[in-house]
């Protein structure tokens, strides 16, 4: 069965800094390039980071030099290190593959003041 589940979110001020986690079933994981997504209210879901199977990752300009996105394989887990956190990084934060997509996990909440 296809399962995510996000963790890790959290209120913190600004510049600040967070990780999120990913636990991932199987048959997502494997050999699949992994991302995280986050959803403020009232907007569309954007991508923030990516990461292959071997560990190539991409990021949105927005976040770039402040997120990192990893993965443990072994745990079937992928990771964002979000530090420097700004109010604008405030959403739900989700996790999947960069497509086709997997039935969505319930998100975690970050909440970034100011």
Do not use: H
């Not at 959290?10 to 048959?27: D, F, K, T």
């Not at 997120?67 to 394989?73: G, L």
């Amino acid at each position: 069965q296809v399962q995510l589940v996000e963790s890790g979110g959290g209120l913190v001020q600004a510049g600040g800094s967070l990780r999120l986690s990913c636990a991932a079933s199987g048959s997502i994981f494997r050999f699949n390039t992994l991302a995280w997504y986050r959803q403020a209210p009232g907007k569309q879901r954007d991508l923030v980071a990516s990461i292959t199977s071997v560990g190539r990752t991409n990021y949105a300009d927005s976040v770039k030099d402040r997120f990192t996105i990893s993965r443990d394989n072994a745990k079937n887990t992928v990771y964002l290190q979000m530090n420097s956190l700004k109010p604008e990084d405030t959403a739900v934060y989700y996790c999947n593959r960069a497509g086709p997509f997997a039935p969505w996990g319930q998100g975690t909440q970050v909440t970034v003041s100011s």
